[in-house]
Structures are given as C-alpha cells and as structure tokens.
C-alpha cells in the first residue's frame, strides 16, 4: 500500500492496541503535558510557522487560517486543557435492558479505532483533533495541507514526543506527506482506518465523498445567512451582523448573505455601515444597491449577480438580498444554504418560532451571531469540526461524536428455541 505512506498507515492502525486501558487519568496527563510542552516550544513553532506564512500571500483568505500567533498558541493550549478536564466520554452506557428470558443488553460508547483527517491550512486543527481522539479512545492519522506542512511538522513532533515520554506508541498522533499521493492512500485504507472526516472547502469535501472507500463524515463549508426581518431590532442587528462577518473572514461560521425585509430598507445604511471600517465589499440586489448608493462607499458597492448567492465567501465580502416575506427568505436559504448555520435577527416571536422550526441548519440562531457555531463556545471544550450532514453527526463535532457503540449482552446459559 504505497510504499512509506501505506506503512505510516499501517502502523496508526497498530498503534490502537496501545491506547487500551490506559486510563483517562493517564490520557489527561497526556493532554496537559501537551499543552505545557506546546508554550514551552512556542518560539520553536512560531518559526515554523513563518516558513509556511513566507509562500502565501497576505492577500489569501487562508493566510489568517494559517497564521499562529502567541495569543492563538494559548488559546490552543487552553482548549487541550480544557478537553482534558472534561468527562470521558468512554463507557457510557446508552441503554440497558433485561428481555423477558433474563438475558441482559448493555449499549455502551466505544471509541471508532482509527479517524482519519484531512485538512487544509489550519495547524491548530492539528491539536484540537488529537486532543479530541485521544480523550476519546481514538488513533488520529492527519492528511495536512502542504501550505502548513512547516507547521504541522512542528506541533506533531511535540505530540510524539509527549507520548513516547508516557511510553505510549507515537503512531498514535501520525501525520501523513502533504503530497496528493497521502490522501489517495488514506481514502483507500480499507481495513486500517474507520472513519475519515475532511475539513476544508467544497472541492475537498466533494472529491472525499466521491473517492473514499471508507467511511466518511462531511464538515461541510459554511454558506451561512442572517435575516434582518421586518420587527427586527436595528442595534441588535447592527452588532450581530458588523461580528458574523468581520470577527474572522476565514472560518466556515461567518457571515455570507445578509438577508432585509423590504419594509426595513431604510435602516439597512445603519446596519451596514460598520461593515465599511473593514472594507468589506457589499454585493447588493437592485433595492438594496440603490438603498446604500451614497450611504457606503461606493468603491464597496457592487451589483449583485447569480454567483453572488450561494457562495462562501472566506474574505472581506458579502452578499444582500431584499424579500417581501418570511416564506422568500426560507426559500432563499433552502436554495442556497449548505446547511451550516442560519439566523433570524427579529422580535416577533412568531417570525422567531417560524424561522427555528423550517429553517433546515445544523445550528439555528435567533438574535445570536454565526461567530457561535464553534464546540468550545458550545461548551465542548473543542471541536474536530461541523458537520453538515446528518448521519450520526450533526453541528459542532466533539468528543461524543467521536465514538461509536456496541452491545454487551449477559446472561446465564440462555438459548434460542426458534
């Protein structure tokens, strides 16, 4: 199986004998060292990481994506340790039922095995999924981008090196070449990887689903909209919208399209304008164009086209589109959303419940901003990613998500008749 990848492969496979029964005291100790050891290595990593910076330009949308900093560094760790104070989610029993013929049936939680990921250029995936895989039982195999392989060369050589100081296998944290070479091998490890789960643009998610011969969990991109309706609150709208799309520009929760009732038009310069301090480049529909002509600068005023709608941006732009009632902008989003998040701006608790019931989103916010769908604002302490399908898993992605079950069935000699 492909040379020296096909071996990496086999012994991550291997590698899952030497996380049974080692004990979520030993895995915590594993993830706090970790994080201990990342800060420890910060010049060493932040180096690293210029090399990657030096061959991308500024100008790309994944540099931000790509960029460690030292506040990001503690962040990362903060969220490894986060994830270590967190209950094991091994072992949990699901059901339990005594039949008739006293056999007992136990569902517990168990972990996959071995997740493959496959991602783009963001090295803080690279800890945050072996955070998650590890407290959760699991081998993680990472297929990184090549825009980041300076950096995740870096943060994998921490991980092993904890885990070889906790004699435990460093196969288990394994980080594959950047070549495309990698990702073909890990797509067809049938038989040594369970599951495989890609984060990153549509062409990545779409060529995973059509070459994978194992199973795969869509982290879909995010297309995300707010609708200001027609009782919606111009300060609460103006804030939520200037965060969902300016906090970060690069992350799959940001803000696409925003979405005005037409009877609110007048108040759309209001709700726009912070927008213009960050230079973001408004795509507006012919009643909103000539709502904001001479109210936003008109080097940031274009005319909406087809391609306007439906797309993730992943810069400083955005899209508008103006609807006449709350049943056009659920068509709006059913046509062009990729179901990741969506959001109602509004006071009318009728609109509200309307939008919270049909709008078909992994997350679903009244009043709240996108910057949100993210598992450790859920409360999660990280995420390995949010999913847009709804097989298994859906929205923010963390330790529950990363473990299947299995039925322990007891008894004392039963037998079956029929």
């Not at 959760?136 to 990472?142: D, P, Y």
């Not at 490890?189 to 070459?211: F, K």
């Not at 959303?337 to 609109?351: D, L, M, P």
């Not at 709008?359 to 990613?385: L, P």
């Amino acid at each position: 199986m492909y040379g020296e990848i096909g071996k990496l492969i086999q012994d991550a496979a291997s590698a899952v004998e030497s996380l049974i029964g080692i004990g979520d005291r030993t895995i915590n100790e594993i993830l706090n060292d970790t994080a201990d050891a990342l800060l420890q290595a910060q010049e060493d990593v932040l180096a690293a990481n210029r090399l990657d910076l030096k061959r991308m330009e500024e100008s790309n949308p994944k540099y931000d994506r790509l960029k460690l900093t030292p506040e990001r560094l503690e962040g990362i760790a903060s969220d490894m340790k986060n994830v270590a104070s967190l209950a094991s989610p091994l072992g949990r029993i699901l059901h339990e039922a005594t039949r008739p013929n006293g056999m007992t049936i136990q569902k517990i939680s168990v972990p996959f095995g071995v997740i493959g990921i496959i991602y783009e250029a963001r090295p803080n995936v690279t800890f945050d999924v072996f955070s998650l895989c590890l407290k959760s039982g699991n081998v993680c195999l990472l297929k990184g981008g090549s825009d980041a392989v300076h950096s995740n060369r870096a943060l994998v050589a921490i991980i092993q090196d904890v885990l070889r100081k906790h004699a435990i296998n460093p196969s288990v944290c394994t980080l594959l070449p950047s070549e495309q070479a990698a990702t073909t091998a890990l797509l067809q490890a049938v038989g040594y990887v369970d599951l495989v789960i890609p984060r990153g643009s549509n062409a990545l998610i779409n060529y995973v689903r059509q070459h994978a011969h194992i199973p795969v969990i869509e982290t879909g991109a995010g297309i995300c909209h707010t609708y200001f309706d027609k009782s919606g609150d111009n300060e609460k709208g103006r804030q939520i919208i200037h965060n969902s799309k300016t906090r970060r520009v690069s992350v799959c929760n940001a803000l696409d399209c925003l979405v005005i009732h037409c009877d609110r038009l007048s108040d759309l310069p209001y709700l726009c304008n912070p927008l213009s301090d960050h230079q973001v480049l408004i795509y507006a529909d012919e009643s909103a164009l000539t709502t904001l002509t001479g109210h936003y600068p008109s080097a940031l005023l274009m005319p909406a086209t087809p391609d306007s709608y439906g797309t993730e941006f992943l810069d400083y732009k955005m899209s508008i589109k103006t609807v006449d009632s709350i049943e056009e902008v659920m068509k709006h989003i059913a046509c062009y959303s990729s179901k990741h998040s969506e959001c109602i701006v509004a006071e009318s608790e009728e609109a509200i419940n309307t939008f919270l019931h049909y709008i078909d989103a992994a997350c679903v916010y009244a009043n709240v901003s996108t910057a949100f769908t993210d598992g450790a604002q859920f409360g999660f302490g990280s995420e390995i990613g949010i999913s847009t399908q709804k097989m298994h898993a859906r929205g923010p992605m963390a330790l529950p998500e990363l473990t299947t079950y299995k039925y322990l069935i007891t008894g004392n000699g039963q037998i079956r008749s029929k």
